[in-house]
């Protein structure tokens, strides 16, 4: 039989110095696993609290001849989808006026670089700027861009490797 289990036990017999070991170490069992679970490493603490409330809370249903450590992580497994579920409608909920006072419209900025783009792909020679556009901002295959232009498959593969190469060139300068 396990610490946890073991503790347990003697929890649910009454002895209030089990109950607080079980906790301290019901915390380190769990706190790896919400690491693991949870990207905002900020808010572990707080599922772990909630976690360990719960456990307070419902301890009185545990039952000693189960096995402690499944009933432990069935209520982990509850808190992080009531988290979870917290964290998509807070995500649903921001506004830009949350983030920023003047927000940077995502919009404007991609039409300010697809404008680069295209300046920079126009200095490129006709050919190399002619498969780039079919097949980077028409989202046209490679197959359809070969036919197209009357070139082989391979031969705009190369071409747009070569192009894109430029581009970085060009971008690095």
């Not at 697809?114 to 920079?120: H, Q, T, V």
């Not at 861009?145 to 070139?151: N, Q, T």
């Amino acid at each position: 039989m396990d610490t946890l289990q073991n503790l347990a036990i003697k929890a649910k017999n009454g002895d209030s110095g089990s109950y607080s070991e079980l906790l301290k170490l019901s915390s380190s069992t769990i706190r790896p696993f919400l690491n693991n679970k949870i990207f905002q490493k900020s808010d572990v603490d707080d599922v772990l609290q909630e976690i360990l409330i719960s456990v307070h809370k419902s301890f009185s249903t545990y039952e000693a001849d189960k096995n402690f450590k499944s009933w432990l992580f069935s209520i982990v497994n509850y808190r992080l989808i009531d988290y979870f579920r917290k964290q998509k409608k807070r995500s649903q909920d921001v506004t830009f006026s949350e983030w920023e006072e003047k927000p940077i419209l995502v919009e404007d900025t991609l039409e300010d670089e697809k404008g680069e783009l295209m300046r920079l792909m126009k200095l490129l020679p006709e050919k190399q700027f002619t498969v780039l556009k079919y097949l980077k901002l028409e989202d046209m295959s490679v197959r359809k861009v070969s036919i197209l232009m009357g070139i082989s498959e391979s031969n705009v593969k190369v071409i747009a490797h070569r192009a894109i190469k430029a581009l970085k060139k060009m971008v690095n300068k």
